[in-house]
């Protein structure tokens, strides 16, 4: 049911027929994100984005608003490290109108002057709510630190020096040089005849003039782990976020990876959970996580605790993962994992953005789509020992990178602790 075609300019459309539903979910992807950026423009990609939904030659702010609220449906954007997307939700009846207005905003944008500047505020602000939002300004603060002066470690958002310092002839030449078609690839999935889609992709995108595609080679970052902190003493918590190098997207031991991640951290029954909030009560919030990139990786656990327990958490943290590097899973850990994360992946392919967004990633990292029962097989294939064998290779010979927000002056970690 996934069926893929490429146009004469080079755009790239995948769609995936889901019969029984009556939603199609729409995506204009673009291959690049923050860690594209110029240290000097960092922000760029995240600001277009803003600016695309500011008005076209057609239509205004309101008019594009109004266009997808008089059919129902959703529309909205995101930017990330490494693509953008634009997309759509709509019944099966309105894909020509979402089509056609995705189109719009993505090759005629207005660049208003007046709605530049109005933006221009709205996004510092969104960089202001940063600072106080200590969850997200903890990973900010390890990630700049993690990979030091390197576009992976800058904000998506960027700074307010940044931003403030774009001016709109800058905005529109990275505009024009970015979204071309070799750099775009549309996705959809729902109810849609790939033949359909396709004809109508081809009127509203095939005239956009190719360009040359750029080469990824050389990306790869450098890592260190440092220990960094914010002070803020008007928080009650601590926010600490530990991390470690991690694989890459395409790495051949990710599905070990997700599970030792699950085992970890992942769930309400993991080891964090169960032993610093069930067991000792030293915080209400922890879980670890997973950011892959194409030539990268980062696993980090978040805890947010009292200043005075936090050199208890990172100790308990630090001690699971030597457990899982010196002993291993257990077998009813590795079960559970598994069955957690095929049931998580069956119910989130129920949904038709989640489809979409699946039809681009797969692309975007692998060039070719990889089937849900590939997946499926693949998670139900790790074993403990191999589930442990990826706890040796990350958990010896590193150290973990600390970031702490909060009332840090009274923050006590052992450095051994963070010596794997």
Request: hydrophobic letters at 40%.
């Amino acid at each position: 049911m996934i069926r893929k075609e490429r146009l004469a300019n080079g755009l790239t459309l995948l769609t995936e027929s889901m019969p029984h539903v009556r939603s199609v979910a729409i995506g204009v992807w673009l291959r690049r994100g923050s860690r594209d950026e110029p240290a000097r423009l960092n922000g760029i990609s995240h600001f277009i984005e803003h600016l695309l939904f500011k008005g076209t030659e057609t239509r205004s702010a309101k008019a594009i608003a109004l266009a997808m609220d008089s059919i129902g449906g959703q529309i909205d954007a995101f930017t990330s490290k490494e693509y953008t997307c634009f997309y759509a939700k709509v019944l099966d009846t309105h894909v020509t109108d979402a089509v056609e207005l995705l189109a719009d905003i993505v090759q005629r944008p207005a660049f208003d002057p007046t709605e530049l500047e109005r933006e221009r505020q709205v996004i510092l602000e969104e960089i202001r709510m940063v600072e106080d939002s200590p969850d997200e300004l903890v990973y900010d603060l390890l990630t700049d630190q993690f990979y030091p002066n390197q576009p992976l470690g800058r904000p998506i958002q960027g700074t307010a020096r940044t931003v403030g310092a774009m001016g709109r002839g800058q905005l529109r030449r990275y505009f024009r040089e970015a979204y071309r078609p070799g750099e775009i690839l549309i996705a959809a999935a729902g109810k849609l005849t790939h033949a359909r889609m396709a004809r109508l992709v081809r009127r509203t995108f095939g005239s956009l003039e190719p360009g040359p595609r750029r080469s990824a080679a050389g990306r790869a970052p450098r890592s260190r782990a440092v220990i960094v902190t914010r002070r803020k003493r008007e928080l009650e918590q601590l926010h600490l976020l530990l991390g470690l190098r991690a694989f890459p997207e395409g790495d051949p031991g990710r599905y070990a990876l997700y599970v030792l991640n699950t085992i970890l951290g992942g769930t309400m029954s993991s080891r964090l959970f169960q032993t610093i909030r069930e067991e000792r009560g030293l915080a209400y919030s922890v879980y670890s996580g997973l950011n892959t990139f194409l030539d990268a990786g980062l696993l980090t656990i978040y805890a947010a605790t009292s200043p005075g327990a936090a050199g208890d958490v990172v100790r308990l943290a630090a001690d699971e993962l030597r457990s899982l590097r010196d002993a291993g899973p257990r077998p009813e850990e590795v079960g559970m994992a598994k069955e957690h994360l095929k049931g998580s992946l069956m119910l989130a392919l129920e949904s038709t953005s989640s489809r979409m967004s699946q039809l681009a990633r797969q692309q975007i990292y692998f060039g070719r789509q990889t089937t849900c029962t590939e997946t499926l097989d693949r998670v139900s294939r790790v074993t403990a020992s191999q589930v442990q064998a990826v706890a040796r290779r990350l958990f010896r010979g590193q150290r973990i990178a600390l970031a702490a927000v909060g009332r840090v002056d009274r923050l006590r970690v052992d450095r051994a602790a963070l010596a794997l």
